[in-house]
């Protein structure tokens, strides 16, 4: 049975550069005195190093470290809890999202388009799956960041109910950020999510935030907040998007296609 609301918190902060530790305790610091109930924590793309075209310099110990940590969290606040991370796996590394339940179940996610005018297309591997996860009845289906700029792999297939993308998102790209997470909202008829990071990165790109949840008919339900580490809260209303889907069957006429 799908829950009528689905509560959202994003994390929208900076991200200590190289330094898994440090942004561990950041995370912990910022939940410790958060006192309402979340479905599903949200954090940005490679939340434990920032956007890093040297994934070797990892040692894939923090990391396994990290996964740790978000398997604790889930069980501890009794919620979902999702980020992306470097992983190394036979000798690839990935921009992989990873969705830890209270259950100790975890979601996977390889990031599919990899940013080539920043180098990413040279060091990691992208993935060929999507991956959807079921929390409270509700069906996420998992992006990160570049993703966004491709409709065709987002197309919601009547499989989904929310997309989120966590991202690391430059400032001077903003306004192409907050309207395609518009545009996917409302062609697929979907609750939209995206989460970004604040500040500068070890390469000098600034990011200014400006996270975002979005309803299936493209209205912004939170306030933007710009260049400031916020907790962000949204409620997903199930009966909203069940009875504009009836209403309004765009997706029963979308065309039937095939990704290579």
Known sequence: MTAEILRILILQTDIIWKDTCGNLKHFDDLLQYYNQKADLVLLPELFTTGFLMTPGDISTEMQAKAVTWLNNKAFNLNSSIAGSMIIKQNKQYYNRLICA????????????????????????????QRSISVINGWRICWQICYDLRFPVWSRCRNDYDVLVYVANWPAKRNDVWKTLLKARAI???????????????????????????????????????????????????????KDFREIFPVLSDADKFTIE
Do not use: W
Not at 115 to 124: A, D, I, N, S, V
Not at 216 to 240: F, Q, R, V
């Open 101 to 128: 339940h209270p259950s100790s179940d975890i979601s996977i996610y390889d990031k599919r388009h990899l940013f080539r005018m920043e180098g990413e297309l040279k060091h990691y591997s992208r993935g060929m």
């Open 187 to 241: 062609e697929n008829q979907s609750y939209v999510i995206g989460v970004n990071r604040i500040g500068t990165d070890g390469n000098g790109i600034d990011y200014i935030g400006e996270s975002c949840v979005i309803d299936p008919k493209g209205n912004l339900l939170n306030d933007l907040i710009a260049d400031h580490e916020k907790l962000i809260s949204a409620e997903l209303n199930y009966t909203l998007l």
